[in-house]
């Protein structure tokens, strides 16, 4: 099965507190159905101190998102699109936009 998000791939948040979005796409977890980008629910952690060395702090990092609120943007046409899976010679298979038809 062809993947329909990849990673470095910009996809465009479809819901949620960032809706409208564009951005990267950092990590792909597919056991999950879960997808990490970037600058994309990001929470705030109080991290205590455990060992010598390491700080204690409030850090801000993005936490991974369902991969149904977010839809791949074409780089032909920079608007997002669902994928299609085509297959060309030699079993190669590609992503292919819906509105334009263009490879990924």
């Known amino acids: 099965m ?3 998000v990849k990673k470095n791939d910009t996809v465009m948040i479809l819901s949620g ?3 409208g979005k564009i951005s990267t796409v950092i990590s792909v977890y597919p056991k999950d159905d879960k997808v990490l980008v970037k600058d994309v629910g990001v929470v705030t952690r109080h991290i205590k101190q455990t060992q010598r060395g390491k700080k204690s702090g409030i850090v801000k ?3 991974p998102i369902p ?3 977010v839809m791949p943007v074409c780089p032909a046409c920079k608007k ?3 994928i299609q899976a085509k297959t060309l010679d030699e079993n190669n298979k590609v992503r292919i936009c819906n509105r334009c038809k263009e490879a990924f």
């Open 2 to 4: 062809l993947a329909r």
């Open 17 to 19: 507190k960032d809706n």
């Open 61 to 63: 990092e993005e936490r």
């Open 67 to 69: 991969l149904a609120k």
């Open 80 to 82: 997002p699109c669902r």
